[in-house]
């Protein structure tokens, strides 16, 4: 069993280590039993180890003695076994410690069991209802005995991996601590087996789910906000563990790596092994005059030495001479958003706009600033993370931020996605789920944006940083000039909303992109469907910062990216990550957030402000109505009849408007615009009839349109 997998060139080494365990064997056989010497003692060496055993053991005996030649000669023995299965001084010394550890802590349980009397099992035995003797009773302690970690940094006994009673328990009020989730107390090192696809923490009896069960009062903030405003506690999200890949796994497949490449006729040599929660990077330097093309056309090659599905190759690592092989873990590791948010980069980073995004390849929690990137797209195949990232973002705002400082318009077509947010305090309006009101939004967004753009015109300051520094020093009026929060427009499934009005839709898109970061107003947009014809070459020129899941192929990878790599990734969370000021694509690992932990922080947020909904589709209604009349040259009476006509046939028709009318094409087309411009029709679909917006019971509304 020791040599499968082993490659022939690896014969030699067998060979050798197998002679020297069993010479080393023979001559500790023939010490043992006398160590008679050959010359005159034919038979007696014949049956205790043979003439090998003997011109091993006899002149170590008489120059060492017999102690001296003990040591040697089992020294002799135990480097043979060493050799063949291919193992090292510190992996010994490493197991040692780990079967000595094993076996002190089995003593210790054993004793603890035998001597240790449960105070329930205490009472049974000393009134007699027991007829069992002591040492049989205590078999089962009532509470487990605390155990305490050896120096061996090797495995442990299951039941440590097992949640206590701590562990379950709800944090108490007032206090900052929150207990450890299960699986955290694993040394590094250690070989722990994880399911393929790790469960949600919500499957877990952990402290999570305890609070989704019944929310208990949680610990007070770190900080409060000047108007009573309590910020959730990061407390509220689970932590997760320290599971990871083993040295001695990691060691074994750099070994394979370095064979592969030799085998190849590769002159490289491995420096440098960067674990991670999902893939780990082995950093190869190659010899000089070998070129870079030699290693990264053994793409394929290196992922069936591996085992692994696929590599990526980093070629080069930015900034370094060295070539990344980043490989799947066999153990991959839970990234929670409460480990993120709890960082010490998360709480020296104070933009309102910090979202928790994961950790990269190296373990590191990465952040993004809004505000920096300034809009981002993401884009992957389904069930690739996207929602899980969207709800990081929209998680990470609802804990860091407060409603007066930034507000949310969050469009979800699929209606299942975000519909957890409705009530939150962020909000401008309900979750979207209709195309049209969504539609409505983005336009409602871009007369936002001119607004903004006035007052900052008016005040002579060129950003939403120097309008609120100029409002907090008193040189601006309050009654003219108001403190508009950031904004945040996130679209779950932009595919959905282009297939309905694609042009007005990235018109407003693009119209935000390019103009509205000054203003606050950043861009969040998702789709499940990366082609050219969802991810327009004008939306990609202005959203510079995107981030691209697991894809199928490397058209859709260049469409995202403008790069393969994405078509690589393992999935569930795995991302590559680009943005303005870095180009190059960085590996992270997304942070999941469970619907418990939503659930819980969108509670505490509910209780300590109420939603205050704004009626954007009725000022988008009233400002498309004044600029229709505006621009309306038009009878106005053989417009209101075209109204009646649309509204009461539900048919937006041009050449029923010509029939009924009696009038040009041209003129009937363009008394159709108006009527889209007022909202009575939406856009043009081609030969097709425009849908109808207004119902008849609107029709006799005193405005006229719908609200």
Not at 213 to 227: D, F, L, R, V
Not at 249 to 277: C, F, S, W, Y
Not at 568 to 587: C, F, H, Q, S
Request: aromatic share 4%; glycine share 8%; charged share 25%.
């Amino acid at each position: 069993m020791l040599l499968l997998g082993r490659y022939r060139d690896d014969f030699r080494r067998v060979l050798v280590g197998a002679a020297l365990w069993f010479s080393g064997a023979l001559g500790l056989f023939h010490l043992i039993m006398g160590g008679a010497a050959l010359a005159g003692n034919g038979e007696l060496v014949q049956r205790t180890g043979g003439a090998i055993g003997s011109l091993i053991a006899f002149p170590l005996q008489r120059l060492l003695g017999f102690w001296g030649a003990f040591v040697v000669v089992s020294l002799m023995t135990a480097l043979g076994v060493m050799v063949v299965v291919r193992a090292s001084i510190r992996d010994v010394i490493l197991a040692a410690g780990e079967f000595s550890g094993f076996a002190a802590r089995s003593l210790r349980a054993s004793w603890a069991g035998m001597w240790s009397v449960g105070p329930e099992r205490r009472t049974a035995a000393n009134s007699g209802a027991s007829d069992k003797p002591r040492w049989q009773v205590d078999r089962r302690p009532a509470k487990p005995p605390q155990r305490r970690s050896v120096n061996s940094p090797q495995r442990r006994p299951k039941v440590e991996r097992r949640p206590t009673k701590a562990e379950r328990r709800p944090p108490r009020p007032g206090s900052d601590q929150t207990p450890p989730p299960a699986g955290t107390a694993s040394p590094p090192g250690e070989v722990v087996r994880l399911p393929q696809r790790p469960k949600p923490p919500s499957k877990r009896p952990t402290a999570t789910a305890g609070v989704a069960e019944s929310p208990p009062p949680s610990p007070p903030p770190p900080a409060e906000i000047g108007n009573g405003y309590q910020l959730p506690p990061v407390a509220l999200l689970q932590r997760g563990g320290n599971e990871g890949q083993s040295r001695r796994m990691l060691e074994e497949t750099a070994r394979q790596l370095e064979d592969t490449l030799r085998h190849h006729d590769v002159n490289a040599k491995l420096t440098n092994i960067v674990p991670g929660p999902t893939v780990t990077r082995y950093e190869i330097e190659l010899a000089p005059g070998v070129k870079v093309s030699r290693v990264t056309n053994l793409s394929g090659d290196i992922a069936y030495a591996l085992a692994t599905p696929d590599v990526r190759l980093l070629a080069p690592i930015p900034g370094r001479s060295a070539i990344g092989v980043e490989v799947p873990n066999r153990v991959r590791r839970l990234v929670t958003l409460g480990d993120v948010l709890a960082s010490s980069e998360a709480s020296r980073m104070k933009h309102p706009l910090v979202v928790g995004l994961g950790e990269d390849i190296s373990g590191k929690p990465v952040l993004l600033n809004l505000a920096e990137l300034p809009h981002v797209l993401i884009a992957g195949a389904t069930g690739a993370g996207k929602s899980s990232c969207i709800n990081s973002i929209v998680t990470s705002l609802l804990v860091r931020t407060d409603p007066e400082d930034v507000r949310l318009i969050m469009v979800d077509p699929k209606r299942v996605e975000l519909g957890q947010y409705n009530g939150v305090p962020h909000l401008m309006t309900r979750v979207i789920t209709k195309p049209k009101k969504a539609l409505e939004a983005l336009q409602w967004a871009v007369a936002e944006m001119d607004r903004r753009y006035d007052l900052l015109a008016e005040a002579g300051v060129r950003d939403i940083v120097s309008y609120r520094q100029k409002l907090r020093g008193g040189t601006l009026q309050a009654d003219r000039f108001d403190r508009f929060p950031f904004l945040v427009v996130l679209i779950d499934e932009l595919n959905d909303l282009m297939m309905v009005a694609g042009r007005d839709v990235e018109s407003a898109i693009v119209r935000i992109a390019q103009m509205a970061r000054a203003v606050g107003i950043h861009l969040v947009i998702a789709t499940q469907r990366p082609s050219v014809n969802v991810i327009t070459g004008v939306i990609k020129a202005n959203v510079p910062s995107r981030l691209a899941f697991s894809v199928a192929s490397q058209t859709d990878s260049r469409v995202i990216i403008d790069t393969v790599g994405a078509e690589k990734l393992v999935g569930m969370g795995d991302m590559l990550v680009v943005t303005a000021r870095e180009p190059r694509a960085v590996r992270v690992q997304g942070a999941w957030v469970s619907e418990e932990e939503v659930s819980v922080v969108v509670d505490w947020v509910k209780t300590q402000k109420k939603a205050e909904y704004r009626r954007i589709y009725e000022e988008v209604a009233v400002e498309r109505r004044a600029s229709a009349e505006q621009e309306d040259d038009e009878d106005a009476d053989l417009v209101r009849r075209a109204t009646e006509l649309v509204v009461r046939s539900q048919l937006g028709s041009t050449s029923m408007l010509q029939r009924k009318l009696r009038v040009g094409f041209a003129r009937a087309g363009r008394i159709m615009d108006i009527l889209e411009q007022r909202g009575i029709v939406g856009p043009s679909e081609g030969s097709k009839a425009r849908e109808v917006l207004v119902t008849i019971e609107e029709l006799q509304t005193p405005a006229g349109l719908p609200i």
